[in-house]
């Protein structure tokens, strides 16, 4: 039972267009959402989080929206860069438990063409 | 140091040999973190040491990998009689307050059973 759904393997955006990133989850008690993007060869890093007492988190080119009655986040890059291109991991987690024990989905490749 | 420090960042090994892998955090984190990942999965989690508490090892595998953490800072994972199925990247986190920050990761191990 995978708590943490990214559907999609993979998306190829142009520059300068927006990237849109999704993920689902099924685990009503999470409470913290987080997202990471990996390069090839290096652990992930770290990039955004939200708590479920918000819908809208921003951080420069960087948006994650919550959906809570649909179980759904996306992240959005605008405008995207080449230098985005990497493996991007929707993260969840239950703050109540203090335990900091996030839950991840597969990843996304995103790549990002000149 | 300034990052989590994981060694060696590749290991072959036969089939059936005993593995240690190595992770030393930031200083000043409190909570440490081990996942792996298999060729095209995403994160999983395999266990979670938090100041002096008990750890977290719900996500070990099996019997054969265990995990120890000394004087709250450097942690070493240990996997006996190594099988096909283990090989992944083992990644190591560490975290302040996982909620804001995210974790800070390694750049894992590279772990090959053949």
């Known amino acids: 039972d995978q708590q943490v759904k990214q559907n999609s393997p993979s998306l190829s955006v142009q520059e300068g267009r927006i990237s849109i990133l999704n993920c689902d989850y099924t685990?009503?008690?999470?409470?913290?959402f987080l997202w990471y993007k990996k390069y090839p060869a290096e652990g992930p890093t770290f990039l955004i989080s939200?708590?479920?007492?918000?819908d809208k988190n921003e951080d420069g080119r960087f948006t994650v929206f919550l959906n809570k009655s649909a179980k759904h986040l996306s992240l959005h890059i605008v405008p995207s860069q080449p230098g985005d291109s990497a493996v991007y991991f929707c993260?969840?987690?239950?703050?109540?438990?203090?335990?900091?024990?996030?839950?991840f989905g597969d990843g996304t490749t995103l790549t990002v063409k000149p | 140091g300034a990052g989590v420090s994981q060694s060696p960042s590749n290991k072959v090994t036969e089939k059936g040999k005993d593995v240690e892998l190595r992770c030393d955090p930031i200083s000043g984190h409190t909570a440490l973190y081990w996942y792996r990942q298999s060729l095209g999965q995403g994160l999983e989690f395999l266990i979670y040491f938090q100041g002096n508490s008990a750890p977290d090892k719900s996500g070990l595998p099996s019997d054969r990998f265990s995990a120890e953490r000394t004087g709250g800072s450097v942690s070493t994972l240990t996997i006996q009689r190594t099988q096909q199925e283990d090989s992944a990247v083992y990644l190591c986190?560490?975290?302040?307050?996982?909620?804001?920050?995210?974790?800070?990761f390694g750049s894992g191990t590279r772990l090959t059973v053949v």
């Open positions: 939200i708590s479920s007492i918000k």
């Open positions: 993260a969840a987690g239950r703050s109540d438990t203090n335990a900091g024990k996030s839950t």
């Open positions: 986190a560490s975290s302040l307050a996982w909620t804001d920050y995210g974790y800070t």
């Open positions: 685990n009503s008690m999470f409470d913290y």
